[in-house]
């Protein structure tokens, strides 16, 4: 049983949403340049993916100095980074699990924010991985190496799926049943306690992509639109009840906005032939195209009525 209300019955919920399906695309097309760029030699030693690495890998702030063989170059940091390393991967292990995690934990989140909400929620988080990288290496005498890869933006979204739906069961290696909850504590317990690796993975970097993405959901869930209108959705009689949302129902509540202009349910319950030229595919499509844009939450009464009342005849 699921704690939080899905459209059902009609395809509202898409399993590759937009922005997920895009980032897949796209960190895709950046890994094949990059295993093309192997394979091209500049002299000297130096491939194409060497000059991809020293201009949009994230390099450490002071620096480093990188010898192939024949010559010895200074690479620098530069601010584009902070955005371009999150779509390179160092191979296709790393690309496959990156993206995975991606889908698995992002799909509901986009499906409940909207694409917009997700994409900016998403670098952000990316960006404060890549600054946590720069900044505190030198505390935990990690290695000033160049960084690549999704992971910190993707620890945010773990971050934020263990939050908004904490008691979903996760089945680790397919056999072992954990609620989210828990097995988000256990995977940032384990890279908090990985510092310092002395290797080649970014543990400040997951951590400061999960950090970013806790402070995101709690102050949303202050501004009461962590979960949007969910809680108040005349349909919430088909979610499972959780303490974990009952708790802020009443606070949803309190910032539900207001309008004298909403029509009252019962407007759209007048006769049955208003209600088939309302409940037409195409009209329900309308709806579920505005929810892949902007997020149930940003259905309007009557339309929310609308997609309620269809998953219920076609149920």
């Known amino acids: 049983m699921s704690d939080y209300y899905r459209p059902s019955g009609f395809g509202g919920f898409r399993f590759f949403p937009p922005v997920i ?36 890998a994230l390099i450490p702030l002071q620096g480093i100095t990188v010898s192939n063989g024949y010559a010895l170059s200074h690479w620098s940091f530069y601010p584009w980074q902070l955005i371009t390393y ?20 992002g799909m509901e989140v986009e499906n409940l924010w909207g694409s917009k909400k997700f994409i900016i929620f998403y670098l952000m988080c990316g960006i404060v991985a890549g600054i946590s990288q720069l900044i505190f290496p030198p505390l935990f005498n990690e290695q000033l190496a160049p960084t690549i890869g999704a992971s910190g933006a993707i620890f945010g979204v773990l971050i934020a799926f263990g939050m908004l739906f904490p008691n979903r069961y996760i089945f680790i290696w397919f056999l072992i049943p954990l609620k989210a909850k828990y097995f988000v504590a256990l995977y940032v317990l384990i890279e908090f306690f990985s510092l310092p690796s002395g ?16 402070i995101y959901i709690m102050i949303d869930r202050k501004r009461g639109t962590a979960y949007g209108n969910y809680f108040t959705s005349s349909s919430t009689s088909t979610r499972s009840g959780g303490s974990f949302l009952d708790s802020f129902k009443n606070a949803a509540n309190v910032f539900k906005k207001k309008s004298n202009e909403i029509e009252e349910a019962n407007f759209y319950e007048v006769d049955n032939e208003r209600k088939d030229d309302i409940y037409t595919q195409e009209e329900i499509d309308k709806r579920l195209d505005k929810i892949s844009k902007s997020g149930y939450q940003n259905l309007s009464d009557k339309e929310k009525k609308i997609l309620f009342e269809a998953s219920k005849k076609m149920k």
């Open 21 to 56: 399906k895009n980032l897949m695309i796209i960190n895709g097309i950046v890994f094949l340049i990059e295993m093309l760029g192997q394979q091209i030699s500049l002299g000297n030693g130096y491939t194409f993916n060497d000059v991809l690495n020293r201009y949009f």
């Open 86 to 105: 999150q779509f390179m991967h160092g191979g296709f292990m790393h690309i496959f699990f990156n993206m995975f995690a991606l889908w698995m934990f």
């Open 199 to 214: 290797g080649d993975i970014a543990h400040l970097a997951h951590l400061g992509g999960a950090l970013a993405g806790f």
